[in-house]
């Protein structure tokens, strides 16, 4: 069997190509993702929604992707998923322009997690939550501390 044979069987990563995901680490578990969704706010508060949650998981886009505003008549969603089976450090105090509003989709306890990780960077309140028999959709208000 080739390396790239041996790279694609079942449990293994497989090759790395430009613009694809690096592979998961050994102790990923799907029920630990998280998809976030901010819209409807200048990009320097998605820039601090997202940089504080980079600080304390892992996620799907590089720490120098910023956010951008797309122009058009409809609002910009900015969405990364973020893998809360390690907590990696606490996130500092950041600043927003206005309140920013955003949702969280992903099963009971991970949604838990990153929602508490955010409280040492905002002042959190829920707004909204839609229950599933494993996931839950929650509507969060970050202001600043």
């Not at 790239?4 to 029920?31: C, L, M, T």
């Not at 706010?41 to 820039?47: F, G, Q």
């Not at 600080?55 to 893998?83: E, K, Y």
């Not at 991970?110 to 509507?139: H, I, K, N, Y």
């Amino acid at each position: 069997m080739n390396s790239a044979q041996q790279a694609n069987q079942p449990g293994q990563p497989g090759p790395v190509k430009g613009g694809e995901r690096p592979p998961r680490p050994a102790a990923y578990h799907p029920e630990a993702e998280v998809v976030v969704e901010v819209t409807d706010c200048p990009t320097e508060d998605a820039h601090a929604v997202f940089s504080a949650l980079r600080t304390s998981f892992a996620c799907d886009r590089a720490p120098d992707d910023v956010p951008c505003a797309v122009a058009g008549p409809h609002p910009t969603v900015w969405t990364s998923t973020f893998d809360v089976t390690e907590l990696l450090a606490e996130p500092g105090p950041r600043r927003l322009t206005a309140p920013v509003s955003i949702s969280l989709q992903g099963g009971y306890w991970a949604v838990a997690r990153l929602r508490d990780s955010l409280r040492p960077a905002f002042a959190v309140r829920v707004t909204g939550t839609v229950a599933g028999d494993q996931e839950q959709e929650v509507q969060l208000q970050l202001e600043n501390r």
